[in-house]
């Protein structure tokens, strides 16, 4: 620890899940609950899922054979064009295949130190820029420190114990997977092969295991602990005893059959890593977390070290700086700890932390907005390469969706729906009764897509573009040139379309979900073509793909504004069943595809403020990042900062406290700083840090504005690091509300194009070589 790092402070052990500290390295988590006599680390593995490699095409097989496909595709449009929305509703249900699969929680090693007289827990801290939660007690008087973290470069969770006098203390392990075998510190557990999500109650067998293999898959999952400590290591039936030990370290690995089952076994890799020592392990996995966290950092106000108390500082509301501070990186840290190169899939709605057999929505991938949002904050914020995963999963769904595309609706390319998971579902979910608004929505890869550009974009890395994006891009690009229709009015429409996950009101009074041309589908649809037209160009590629293009982009179906003044939802002026519906879909254009503003698209960019006035102020975790991110596109610092004091409040679950006084619906922060829906989604924390990137700089188009939406309270601070589109990066700080010290440096891109930097009062173009970096004041 240094005197610059960020630390947050427990007084007490963690009594619940949502009060211990997150640690990960993007394959191996752990949530450290603390304590003296029964302290508890409940392990994630990030591969830990229920199903098997073949589960797609086997639901695939099921589905097609009751009927859905390209005849019955026909029939949906012919009804939906009838507006029989009965029928094209009944038969389109018939298309959904049964769900994706659950993340699961992995398994638990607890600890008890033998507190012969007495003990006092004196605190625990993590500190966001090691990732390195550190607790002290006293047992029968006697200091004890214990420091646990995840490692990636040696792939193991570690934790270290030291005390002045020896002390004895019992280490076990258990799971709430099926064990089948025991040794020591080590279980082979059985992973199920299906995981019904919590809900779906009506499922008779909610966790289903197979009792040996699936289709030639044997679902597993390896946990290995090695130890080395100068006391006396005895094993009794849950695990061992350690007599008269000064000095222990545990070492922690996992394997699995879903992810690279032939690499190095969990107990090689233990023992590898617990031979390194522990202060090599400490150092080595503190140097490549600092050079990860310290890319980028993030100061509002003047406070941004020291060790803050997470109750009494952060979440008290009185000082909503430090907490801005504080929030910014805490979404860092866990983007880092649950999404790193070659270590495991992606983060998904709960990051990688979960202790539940049935968590809400599966903790699964939601790729309507959630896992998109976990990414946001990955480029500008620093964290380039905690993006790679996404696009792993990425070339997954472009095989699957590939099938999927061809025998349910007669289209090239590849297409994916509102859910998928670690095997890469592509159907829509459902099991026949999932109501269309949430279960049919076929542009959940046209929107995963576009974070393909995005890493380009900042990065300007062309060859990643040519030999991952491209392949991605024009997939889904064919995917829609075959899924548009002509209307009557010669534009190109979507249908059927829904708008997740509202319904409008028909003019028989009824709720309803599909529709021709939502605002959503037409702003993805036309952001992905331009966006594949300037990767062609780029690339210098000759595509016949280029020509069908540019005959589709002009004759999409533009963006429309209601009689009452506000962006439509849908084609037609459709009145909305709910006008305060926590999904900003129609906005998507704004943020984060950044195709709507005031200086290109003034009309519409003040549409759609007022349909986000019309929306209202908060509603849970997420939905308040995005209405920050909106308002702050649109540059409305005081709108942005009044959602985030929303967000940041303390969850108590106490509907008097949490009521929507001051509009939120529910939601807000708990105690570890998670933020809750309720229940817990990771992805308002990943969304905050986005947005409060948003409101500092905005790199969109050719100009970076630099503090576009900046609240008045918060008139003192300083960025550095920040990378904007273009392959660049700013630092600056800012006084009173205005910059004093401004620097732009160049990590990639055309070192021959200008640079336009614009700010309260003032515009620079410059000229910012590879490597170089241009001090403007």
Not at 340 to 354: I, K, V
Not at 454 to 462: E, G, I, K, L
Not at 720 to 733: H, I, K, Q, S, W
């Amino acid at each position: 620890m240094t005197a610059r790092d960020l630390v947050l402070a427990w007084p007490e052990p963690a009594a619940l899940w949502v009060e211990a500290a997150p640690v990960g390295n993007g394959r191996l988590g752990a949530m450290v609950f603390g304590g003296v006599e029964r302290a508890r680390f409940q392990l994630n593995d990030s591969t830990v899922w229920s199903g098997f490699p073949g589960g797609p095409a086997r639901a695939l097989a099921e589905v097609r054979a009751n009927g859905a496909g390209p005849a019955r595709f026909a029939e949906v449009r012919d009804a939906l064009c009838a507006k029989d929305y009965r029928r094209a509703e009944s038969l389109l249900m018939s298309f959904e295949g049964p769900y994706s699969q659950e993340y699961l929680p992995f398994a638990d090693l607890w600890m008890s130190v033998d507190a012969r007289s007495s003990s006092e827990y004196l605190g625990r801290t993590l500190n966001l820029d090691t990732g390195v939660v550190e607790e002290r007690f006293t047992v029968d008087g006697q200091d004890v420190r214990r420091a646990t973290w995840a490692s990636a470069p040696a792939g193991v969770l570690c934790i270290s114990m030291s005390t002045e006098e020896p002390v004895d203390l019992e280490i076990s392990v258990s799971s709430p997977l099926r064990v089948l075998r025991r040794d020591g510190l080590s279980l082979e557990l059985e992973v199920p092969v299906d995981g019904a999500p919590l809900h779906e109650p009506q499922v008779a067998e909610p966790l289903r295991y197979a009792g040996g293999s699936m289709d030639g898959y044997r679902p597993f999952a390896i946990l290995a602990a090695a130890l080395d400590t100068d006391g006396e290591v005895s094993e009794n039936d849950s695990g061992v005893v350690v007599r008269g030990l000064r000095r222990l370290m545990v070492t922690v690995a996992s394997t699995t059959s879903a992810w690279s089952p032939d690499t190095v076994p969990a107990a090689r890799r233990a023992a590898a890593a617990l031979a390194r020592g522990a202060e090599n392990l400490a150092r080595e996995h503190e140097a490549d977390l600092r050079a990860l966290l310290g890319a980028t950092v993030l100061r509002v106000g003047q406070r941004r070290a020291g060790t803050f108390d997470v109750a009494r500082e952060v979440l008290s509301g009185k000082d909503e700086r430090l907490t801005a501070t504080v929030l910014f990186q805490f979404g860092r840290y866990l983007l880092a700890s649950a999404s790193r190169p070659d270590a495991g899939p992606p983060a998904n709605l709960q990051g990688m932390w979960n202790g539940e057999l049935r968590p809400a929505w599966s903790s699964n991938y939601t790729i309507n907005i959630n896992t998109q949002m976990n990414y946001w904050c990955a480029e500008p914020a620093g964290l380039s390469e905690c993006h790679l995963p996404l696009f792993d999963l990425l070339d997954r769904l472009a095989v699957t969706g590939r099938a999927v595309a061809r025998d349910l609706y007669g289209a090239r390319g590849w297409v994916t729906h509102h859910n998928t998971d670690i095997w890469g579902w592509s159907l829509p979910v459902g099991m026949g009764h999932g109501n269309p608004s949430w279960a049919i929505w076929m542009m959940g890869g046209v929107w995963l897509v576009q974070h393909v550009w995005d890493h380009y974009d900042f990065t300007r890395d062309a060859a990643f573009l040519r030999e991952r994006g491209w392949p991605l891009l024009r997939g889904a690009a064919e995917f829609c040139l075959d899924w548009l229709v002509e209307g009557e009015d010669g534009y190109l429409d979507t249908l059927p379309g829904t708008s997740p996950e509202n319904l409008f009101t028909s003019a028989e009074g009824r709720p309803e979900s599909l529709t021709v041309s939502p605002a959503m589908d037409l702003a993805l649809i036309h952001a992905l073509f331009t966006r594949c037209l300037a990767a062609l160009d780029v690339l210098g590629l000759d595509d016949p793909v280029r020509a069908e293009i540019e005959r589709a982009l002009p004759r999409l179906r533009p963006p429309g504004i209601s009689a009452g003044g506000w962006l439509r939802e849908w084609a037609e002026d459709l009145p909305e069943h709910d006008p305060a519906h926590r999904h900003l879909s129609p906005l998507v254009g704004v943020y984060p595809l950044g195709t709507l503003d005031a200086e290109r698209t003034p009309d519409l960019a003040a549409a759609a403020t007022r349909l986000l006035d019309r929306r209202g102020p908060g509603a849970m975790g997420w939905s308040w990042a995005w209405k920050m991110a909106l308002r702050a596109r649109l540059g409305d610092g005081e709108s942005a900062r009044a959602l985030f004091r929303e967000a940041t409040r303390p969850f108590t679950g106490d509907p008097a406290r949490n009521a929507p006084v001051d509009g939120s619906e529910w939601g807000g922060l708990l105690p570890n700083l998670f933020s809750t829906h309720p229940p817990f989604q990771i992805d308002g924390n990943y969304g905050f840090t986005a947005a409060l990137a948003e409101m500092l700089v905005d790199s969109h188009g050719d100009v970076i504005r630099l503090l576009p939406a900046l609240p008045a309270a918060w008139p003192d601070g300083h960025l550095a690091g920040l990378r904007c589109r273009g392959g660049l990066e700013v630092d600056l700080d800012w006084r009173s509300g205005e910059i004093t010290a401004l620097t732009v440096r160049r990590r990639g891109g055309d070192p021959a194009r200008p640079v336009r930097v614009r700010y309260p009062g003032r515009e620079a173009e410059l000229t910012v070589s590879l490597g170089e970096e241009v001090r403007v004041c």
